[in-house]
């Protein structure tokens, strides 16, 4: 399929999704069918694959192209990978400008001194003549990835669907985002936990075995029993936010009710409108949101942590 801009407009107006957005995906999306081609070794992560799982991923926007490399790598190796993608030509309706042409890494010359580096980059693309720049596409390194990584089928937005030779293993990427919550609780992290267990199946003990992993950096692995009993809205991250003018459940009636591009005004999370098509998939309450986790935690296995 050769994708055109009466595409992207005739998509937006049958989903609801933003025109722009649903430019930013195609051409990201085109990217990933360049990098299936290419094969390098970089595996994806991130809501690109968390997209894959469910039955209607359209619905959950994505973020930034997430990568993470396999094996010791240095600039030279990311420049030549990402120059082959932009270089392969497919018949998709989309050309990249060569990375040849504007080649550059942030960090590059301080971020691989680091035990877990993240350098990122721009691209740019055209649909037809509609020109379109993917703004700081990440590629990090050194994490454990165990399980290991793996193939995804990938279904795109427009045209046939394709394999990723690596992609982020799902109990991985559950794993990540337990973690997440643990150390940092976010909404979104929470949301995509639901609605991956919502329609999918797991292993429970490799997830568990891959948090626990990522909690020797210090982290109270006891905090996770605040997901089972509903009580995360006393992790202390709430109130460092704005000095703890507002409690957890008023942040999340504030994520979950808010204009589309309004998350930066309370604690720099996106807010719902932004990352997920159709809230009244979403319960309305605080309290109800944190039972049905429990609820989804608990059918897949995970069981309270002793003391």
Sequence with gaps: MKISEADI?????????ARTDVLRIAVEEAFLRRAAVVNGPFMLKGSYVTRQQLAEGWR??????????LGPLDALALTQWVTAVTETELDDGVRFRSFSENAFWRSIDYAMDDDFPTVNTDLVAW??????????????????????PRPL?????????????????LELQLAWKLHQCLVRPRFK???DLMLVLR??????????????????DGTPIARFNWLLDCTIGQHPHWRSIGRGAHSAAE?????????????DNYHAELVLSDIFIDSGNVPSTFDGF???LAALLKRAGFLTVRA
Excluded at 9 to 17: D, K, L, S
Aim: glycine share 10%; proline share 7%.
């Design 60 to 69: 959950r926007m994505p973020g930034d192209l997430d990568w993470v490399g």
């Design 9 to 17: 407009a005739a998509f937006a107006e049958r989903t609801g999704v």
């Design 199 to 216: 329609e999918n199946e797991v292993q429970s003990v490799l997830i568990w075995n891959a948090m626990e992993d990522e909690c020797r």
């Design 251 to 263: 942040y999340f009636w504030i994520w979950r009710n808010s204009p589309k591009g309004k998350g």
């Design 127 to 148: 649909v037809g003549e509609q020109l379109h720049e993917i703004n700081g596409m990440d590629v990090s390194f050194g994490l454990t990835l165990q399980p290991p």
């Design 189 to 191: 992290d929470m949301l």
């Design 290 to 292: 944190l039972a049905e």
């Design 153 to 169: 089928a990938y279904q795109p937005a427009f045209g046939p669907s394709f394999v990723l030779p690596s992609s982020c293993a």
